[in-house]
């Protein structure tokens, strides 16, 4: 079964601190994994995804096999960084995206 | 460009009442995939259709049905309702493939 572990609900970093939100997954074939955002009344959006390998408002993600994990990283967290952040899996044939349980990050001043 | 629309944006059902949700996905989107967000629970796949036809389903009970009209808009039933029900429930769509999905603002259902 196709699985993603979001381990932290809640991250609270001061601004201009490292962050790292982290996302493991469970899937025996090549998965598409996926990072999308929440801001306060807004609805989700895709804020980056692997295959593209880009940075995204300063955040970039890695995938790494061997450790199944596709951790969201950015060096110097900004307030309107706050949101909450699901991590996605698209298992291959079957285009259905699978959520983790969400991290919700504040940044404070 | 519109996004992706759903209605109503609320919606107060007593149990054992049957609820139905709406949702317009983007022009030439085929796909409509269907969430519940129950709190703490993350987001729960319910269904995709692609084509008019159920493609998919997560592991919700048959009380939980819906189907994909012509236009590519979809309507999500849930029949009997229940109180562990109240959820967001969120549409997507999607052009096809592995392509990005984008989400409707969600309707908020609660049971009483």
């Known amino acids: 079964a196709q699985r993603v572990t979001q381990p932290e609900k809640l991250l609270s970093v001061f601004k201009g601190a490292p962050v790292e939100l982290k996302c493991n997954y469970s899937?025996?074939?090549?998965?598409?994994l996926f990072w999308y955002v929440q801001y306060s009344r807004q609805r989700l959006q895709l804020l980056l995804r692997h295959i593209s390998r880009e940075s995204i408002k300063g955040f970039t993600a890695d995938l790494n096999k061997g450790e199944t994990s596709f951790h969201l990283k950015k060096p110097f967290a900004q307030e309107e960084d706050s949101a909450m952040y699901y991590c996605?899996?698209?298992?291959?044939?079957?285009?259905?995206?699978?959520f983790g349980t969400g991290t919700r990050l504040l940044v404070s001043p | 460009e519109a996004g992706v629309t759903q209605s109503p944006t609320h919606l107060i059902k007593t149990r054992g009442q049957q609820a139905t949700l709406r949702c317009s996905p983007i022009?030439?989107?085929?796909?409509v995939y269907w969430y519940q967000q129950a709190l703490g629970l993350g987001l729960q796949f319910l269904l995709w259709?692609?084509?008019?036809?159920?493609?998919n389903r997560g592991n919700f009970p048959p009380r939980f049905s819906g189907r994909q009209f012509p236009n590519y808009s979809s309507e999500l039933n849930v029949n009997a309702l229940e109180l562990e029900d109240s959820a967001l429930y969120l549409c997507?769509?999607?052009?096809?493939?592995?392509?990005?999905?984008?989400f409707g603002q969600g309707t908020r259902l609660t049971v009483v």
């Open positions: 997507a769509s999607r052009e096809g493939g592995y392509t990005e999905a984008f």
């Open positions: 899937y025996s074939g090549s998965p598409e």
């Open positions: 259709y692609d084509e008019g036809e159920e493609r």
């Open positions: 996605a899996l698209n298992p291959t044939g079957f285009q259905k995206l699978v």
């Open positions: 022009s030439g989107h085929t796909s």
